[in-house]
Every structure is written in C-alpha cells, then in structure tokens.
C-alpha cells in the first residue's frame, strides 16, 4: 500500500529527513524536492520489498520505520547467512537505481516497516540537484566518514579552538617571504644572513628558487666551529644537500610526519614547480599544540635513562589523543604513532648497545605484527625478533648468545616504557626468534611448504615484517625470498586464505551486530584482523612487498584490475575500524588491556553505527572476493 504525503505532511517528512545523513546536509531545494516526490509505503513483515527477480530497479527507498533485511543472493556468500539489518534513516539499493540495473541483494521486511520511495527518474533528477547527495551516492562510505570526523570534531570544539588544526595546509603556515642565498655565497655571508633575519637556518637555491641544499644552526658547531672551517668557502661545500621538502598543498600533519620519521626540525615548502615558498619548522606546527613533537623528539633523542624514555612514551599517547580530537584519520594516526615508537625503540635499542659488545656482528632488530605494518594503535604489545649472519668461520652460537643477552634488555626497557612483555614470547630474546638470515628463509619455508594450522598461524604473524634497527638489506632479502617462494605455492595460499575466512563480519540477522556475551564486538579480532589477513594473501599473491594493510590492498588491487573506488571503499571502512580502536584506547589505560579493542555498538551514535555496519560489509566483500578466486 503507498500513499503519496500530502502537502500538509511534507513538512514531517523533512523533518524526519533531517536526522538522517545526507539528508541533513542537502540543499534546501534539493530536500524540498526530495520531500514531495517521496512516496510512504506499507511493508508487512515477512514481505520482499526488492529482490533480483523483479528486474531493474525502479525505486530508490529509504526506511521511515521498522527494520529491513539486506541479504546476498545466488550461490556465492562467504557465511550462510550474508546479511545486514537495516534501520530508519538507511537507504537502498544506491547502486542498482545509479546503474539502472537489477539489484543483486534481496531486501526483506524484518517487521512491520514503512519506507519512503521515490522514482528511478527522481533519484537521478535530485543527484543532479544536489552535490551533497551526489557525493553520497558515489562515494557512500567516504562521505559518511568525513561526518564522523566533523562529529568528533564538534565535540572537541573547545579543544580545536585553543589548539592549530592539523590539516592546515602547509601554505597557510608560511609567515614571510623566501629566504635563501646562491650556492656560491661564503659561509660567512650566509651565517651573516641569517643572523640578521633573526632564523634558524638558511636554504641555497639556484637562479631560479629552486632548494639545493641547507644549513641550520645544529649543524653550525659540528660542520664549521669545531673543524675550524674557512668561512670563505662557498655555503654549497658545508650544506645538506638534497633537503627534506613538501609541496604547498601538503598539511601540517604531513611535515609532522616527515620530521618525526627523517629526525629533522625544518621542511621546505614548494610550489607545483619546485620553487621555494618558505620554510616550515616544528616551533610553527607544534607551538600550539599542548604536547610538541620536538619535545616528544628531543626528549627521546637525549635521553640517557630508560626513565626520561617512558615519560617519553606516555607523550606520544597524550600527542596522539590530542590528534584524534583534531579529527586527524586513522592511517595518519597509526603511522604517526608508528614513526615516534620507531624512534624510542631506536633509542633503546642504542642505550642497550652501550652495554653489549656487538662490534662486527652483522644484525637488524625486526618488528612483527601490527608495528610491522606501520599500524600501532594506542594499545599494543612487543612482537620483534633479529636476523643476523654469521662471518665465515666463526661459531654461531656464541654470537647467538650475545646478541639474545642484548635482546632480553631492549625487550625489559620496552616493557618499562609501557610495551608489555609478549605472552606469547614473540620477542627477539627468544631464541626461535634470533636467527640467521639462512635459518629465517628455512623457518618460513617450511611454514609454506606445511601449512598446518599453527604454521598458518605464524605466518599471519611473522610475514608482517620490517626492519627498524641495524641492516635494513637483510629484511630486504628475506621479503624478496619470501615474496617468491609464496606466490608460486598456490596450495599455500589456498590454505591461507581458507583460514581468512574463518571468522566473518559481526553482521546480524536480525539485529545490527552480532555480540559477545558482555555485549560488545572486538574490533581487532572481528573487525581489523579481516582485512588485515585478506591484504597479507593478495599481497604474496600479486609480489607486493609492503607489509602495511592499505600499501598492499592499493598495490594489489591495481595489479588485479579491481575498480578504484572499490578498493577506496574496503579501505575506508578499515580506516573507520582502526578510528574506532584508538577512541576506545584512553590515556589512564595500560598498553594491551583486554578491553581496548572491545566497543558497544549501542553506545555509539547513529552516524557511526551506520558506518561501522558499512565497515563489516565492506570487510564482507573482501572475504567474498577471497572466497571466488580460490573456490572456497
């Protein structure tokens, strides 16, 4: 039964439109419009509101009341059941009514439901009118994330207020004129220079802007005072050439990185043409900011105890809380998070040295896991190990016992700062994990070779892998072994990918979520953990060698042809997931709790439940694609 509103019921049906996205955000016309086209139907529970069967898709509906039933049809689903439950303000079939097709889910009235619907000839005439439902619908999961953001923004506002956002474009920052000297200018001169400009360092571009190199006042003692060199010399021979840059468009979060990740304290900023714009430093991205990066930095980088370090690692997560409610993504986040850990880690791992004869002992610290995808959360325990090789001749076990000496110290001073002890003893202290680069190509071969469920198991964990101390060739050798020996065992990745699809997406039947029994859903075991695993088989499939999730479904994705903004889409709800895990992970909680991961879907508002659901199907849909290729 449908009942076209009449004009005195037009304004309700705005009304009920406006708490719902886009719909809150669309142009006055274009919701005008919308409101008295819409039609309200009757839907009787048990009754198929849309299926395949009825042809193209003649209707765009959007639930008014009650709960509607999204299900898969046709033989290939990665559960018996691929289905969501959809409630007021939800809207389908978006892609079948844009591509004027028959849709491919069937939609079910769990319960007595009311939906407003309009024509396929409307749908498209409002697409036309209104940007806001354009961008809706061609990019669904996009623009819900961008109104989470704004959300958590909103009501941080306060904050945001006092404190520099950080996606302020690098061009906004720049507070005067170039300035720079030739690279044939003495040293004296530009010493000169500087001093009468009153900055921290001088840039050398050629006739046309373009940087060569620089100099800033740390490198003035090492380079010129103490060598006792001749202030005459041209400024090109005492310069850093080839100098860190980022273009004009680049965010304040972007130089943030760069410095963090390369230890610098100046970017230089260019235009499209590569000519010199300004300089940025950290006193201009972190004056404003409660906790800076230079103080975080400098902290780690002078630090002579393990003390002044673990005061360290509690500012990167203060920084990082900081940044969530600036609204800063997720990759951003959890690559920001990564760059500082990397260099307190770096940083204990040389106080340990101090104490460990290693000289001559060809070595690199690894990182395993979620550090070696570049994608620590707030919360997160030690996963590392060493691959090391021995000179010819010598004996390898007393090396062995050396290097595992100096691996139980760096692991107790991780500990200290904050990065719990491994239960499951993945830690380089562990012998198994101490080896040669001959005994890791022999570990990892066997796991291919005989993929029972535990060496499947390591393989999830172990071939997530990335130097961050020491020989960073070794790591490259062992990834290009690895690399090869995996993507021509086709059996291997067979199994692999059976063992990815052994946990599915928490969609209900009936209700939105599946839960545990305390009510809530793990976000890594249940939510990140499938594409994390999906990403790590397309990747030994394709040769992809990056061990970050979104690296290798990007990467993959092009090599196997997949539609850009498919791949977009599978890649924002990751995002959303990992988002969602960091504003559950507070301050006063300890690295690792239980409870981290774990959020309650009914204490989440409306905006981020719809999201969330769209994350798991998105998840849904990379398990499905998984599924087809390898006839699982």
């Given at each position: 039964?449908?009942?076209?509103?009449?004009e005195?019921?037009?304004?309700?049906s705005t009304?009920?439109?406006?708490?719902?996205?886009?719909?809150?955000?669309?142009?006055?016309?274009?919701?005008?419009?919308l409101?008295h086209?819409?039609?309200l139907?009757?839907?009787?529970r048990?009754?198929?509101?849309?299926?395949?069967?009825?042809?193209?898709?003649?209707?765009?509906?959007?639930?008014?009341?009650?709960?509607?039933?999204?299900?898969?049809?046709?033989?290939?689903?990665?559960?018996?059941?691929?289905?969501?439950?959809?409630?007021?303000?939800?809207?389908?079939p978006?892609?079948?009514?844009?591509?004027?097709?028959?849709?491919?889910?069937?939609?079910?009235?769990?319960?007595?439901?009311?939906?407003?619907?309009i024509?396929?000839?409307?749908?498209m005439?409002?697409?036309?009118?209104s940007?806001v439902?354009?961008?809706?619908?061609?990019?669904y999961?996009?623009s819900?994330?961008?109104?989470?953001?704004?959300?958590?923004?909103?009501?941080f506002?306060?904050?945001a207020?006092e404190?520099?956002?950080?996606?302020?474009?690098l061009?906004q920052?720049?507070?005067?004129?170039?300035?720079?000297?030739?690279?044939?200018?003495?040293?004296?001169?530009?010493?000169e220079k500087?001093?009468?400009?009153?900055?921290g360092c001088?840039?050398?571009?050629?006739?046309?802007?373009?940087?060569?190199?620089i100099?800033?006042?740390s490198?003035?003692?090492?380079?010129l005072?103490?060598p006792g060199?001749?202030?005459?010399?041209p400024?090109?021979?005492v310069?850093t050439?080839?100098?860190?840059?980022?273009?004009?468009s680049?965010?304040?979060?972007?130089a943030?990185?760069e410095?963090?990740?390369?230890a610098?304290?100046?970017?230089?900023?260019?235009d499209s043409?590569g000519?010199?714009?300004?300089?940025?430093?950290?006193?201009?991205?972190?004056?404003?900011?409660?906790?800076?990066?230079?103080?975080?930095?400098?902290?780690?980088?002078?630090a002579?105890?393990?003390?002044?370090l673990?005061?360290?690692?509690?500012?990167?997560?203060?920084?990082?809380?900081?940044?969530?409610?600036q609204?800063?993504?997720a990759?951003?986040?959890?690559q920001?998070?990564?760059?500082?850990n990397?260099?307190l880690?770096?940083?204990i791992?040389?106080?340990?040295?101090?104490?460990?004869?290693?000289y001559?002992?060809d070595?690199?610290?690894?990182a395993f896991?979620?550090?070696?995808?570049?994608?620590?959360?707030l919360?997160?325990?030690?996963?590392?190990?060493?691959?090391?090789?021995?000179?010819?001749?010598?004996?390898?076990?007393?090396?062995?016992?050396?290097?595992?000496?100096?691996?139980r110290?760096?692991?107790?001073?991780?500990?200290?700062?904050?990065?719990?002890l491994?239960?499951?003893?993945?830690?380089?202290?562990?012998p198994?994990?101490?080896?040669?680069?001959?005994?890791?190509?022999?570990?990892?071969?066997?796991?291919?070779r005989?993929?029972?469920?535990?060496?499947?198991?390591?393989?999830?964990?172990?071939?997530?892998?990335?130097?961050?101390?020491?020989n960073?060739?070794?790591?490259?050798?062992?990834?290009?072994?690895?690399?090869?020996?995996?993507?021509?065992?086709?059996a291997?990745?067979?199994?692999?990918?059976s063992?990815?699809?052994q946990?599915a997406?928490?969609l209900?039947?009936?209700?939105?979520?599946?839960v545990?029994?305390?009510g809530?859903?793990?976000?890594?075991?249940?939510?990140?953990r499938?594409?994390v695993?999906?990403?790590?088989?397309?990747?030994?499939?394709?040769?992809?060698?990056s061990?970050?999730t979104?690296?290798?479904?990007?990467?993959a994705?092009?090599?196997?042809?997949?539609p850009?903004?498919?791949?977009?889409a599978i890649?924002?709800?990751f995002?959303?997931?990992?988002?969602?895990?960091?504003?559950?992970q507070h301050?006063?909680t300890?690295?690792?709790?239980a409870?981290?991961n774990?959020?309650n879907?009914?204490t989440?508002?409306?905006?981020?439940r719809?999201i969330?659901?769209?994350?798991?199907?998105?998840?849904?849909k990379?398990?499905?694609?998984?599924?087809?290729?390898?006839?699982?």
């Amino acid at each position: 039964m449908t009942v076209t509103a009449p004009e005195m019921l037009v304004g309700a049906s705005t009304d009920f439109l406006k708490r719902f996205s886009p719909f809150n955000r669309m142009e006055p016309d274009a919701l005008h419009f919308l409101a008295h086209r819409a039609a309200l139907a009757f839907h009787p529970r048990g009754s198929e509101i849309l299926t395949p069967e009825m042809g193209q898709a003649r209707h765009f509906f959007i639930i008014q009341r009650g709960k509607v039933q999204s299900r898969q049809t046709g033989p290939a689903s990665v559960t018996e059941y691929s289905s969501m439950t959809m409630g007021p303000g939800e809207c389908f079939p978006i892609g079948a009514v844009s591509a004027s097709r028959p849709s491919t889910n069937a939609y079910v009235a769990v319960e007595d439901s009311f939906c407003f619907q309009i024509t396929a000839d409307d749908f498209m005439q409002l697409m036309q009118m209104s940007p806001v439902f354009h961008l809706f619908c061609t990019q669904y999961i996009a623009s819900l994330l961008n109104q989470s953001r704004q959300q958590l923004q909103s009501t941080f506002s306060q904050r945001a207020a006092e404190q520099q956002t950080m996606t302020t474009p690098l061009a906004q920052l720049i507070k005067r004129e170039p300035i720079f000297v030739g690279p044939d200018c003495s040293a004296r001169m530009a010493l000169e220079k500087m001093a009468e400009s009153g900055i921290g360092c001088m840039v050398i571009a050629d006739d046309a802007q373009r940087p060569l190199g620089i100099l800033t006042q740390s490198d003035l003692l090492r380079r010129l005072l103490l060598p006792g060199v001749d202030l005459s010399l041209p400024i090109s021979e005492v310069m850093t050439a080839n100098p860190h840059q980022l273009p004009c468009s680049a965010s304040a979060y972007d130089a943030a990185l760069e410095m963090a990740t390369h230890a610098i304290r100046h970017l230089l900023v260019v235009d499209s043409d590569g000519q010199l714009q300004g300089v940025v430093s950290e006193r201009d991205l972190f004056s404003l900011q409660r906790i800076s990066l230079r103080q975080i930095r400098a902290g780690i980088e002078s630090a002579a105890d393990i003390e002044s370090l673990r005061r360290a690692s509690q500012d990167i997560r203060q920084l990082a809380l900081n940044l969530i409610a600036q609204g800063i993504g997720a990759e951003q986040l959890t690559q920001f998070i990564s760059a500082l850990n990397d260099a307190l880690t770096r940083r204990i791992i040389g106080l340990a040295l101090e104490h460990h004869e290693l000289y001559g002992i060809d070595f690199a610290w690894v990182a395993f896991g979620s550090e070696g995808r570049h994608e620590q959360t707030l919360s997160t325990d030690q996963d590392n190990g060493i691959i090391w090789t021995c000179p010819e001749l010598q004996d390898a076990q007393p090396l062995r016992l050396r290097l595992i000496t100096f691996a139980r110290e760096v692991n107790d001073n991780l500990a200290a700062c904050g990065f719990p002890l491994c239960k499951g003893n993945i830690m380089a202290s562990n012998p198994d994990l101490c080896l040669t680069l001959d005994e890791w190509r022999g570990r990892f071969g066997s796991w291919i070779r005989e993929p029972d469920p535990q060496a499947l198991l390591n393989a999830s964990i172990f071939f997530d892998f990335r130097v961050l101390y020491g020989n960073e060739r070794l790591g490259d050798h062992l990834r290009a072994w690895l690399n090869k020996s995996a993507k021509s065992n086709s059996a291997f990745q067979r199994m692999m990918a059976s063992n990815a699809l052994q946990v599915a997406p928490p969609l209900g039947r009936i209700r939105d979520f599946v839960v545990d029994d305390d009510g809530t859903v793990d976000l890594k075991k249940s939510g990140a953990r499938l594409f994390v695993d999906v990403a790590r088989i397309l990747a030994l499939r394709t040769g992809v060698e990056s061990s970050s999730t979104v690296q290798r479904l990007r990467r993959a994705a092009t090599k196997m042809g997949v539609p850009n903004e498919e791949v977009a889409a599978i890649i924002d709800g990751f995002h959303f997931i990992q988002l969602l895990r960091l504003r559950s992970q507070h301050l006063d909680t300890e690295h690792d709790d239980a409870n981290d991961n774990k959020v309650n879907p009914e204490t989440l508002n409306e905006l981020d439940r719809r999201i969330l659901k769209e994350a798991f199907r998105q998840a849904r849909k990379l398990q499905l694609r998984l599924k087809l290729d390898y006839q699982l």
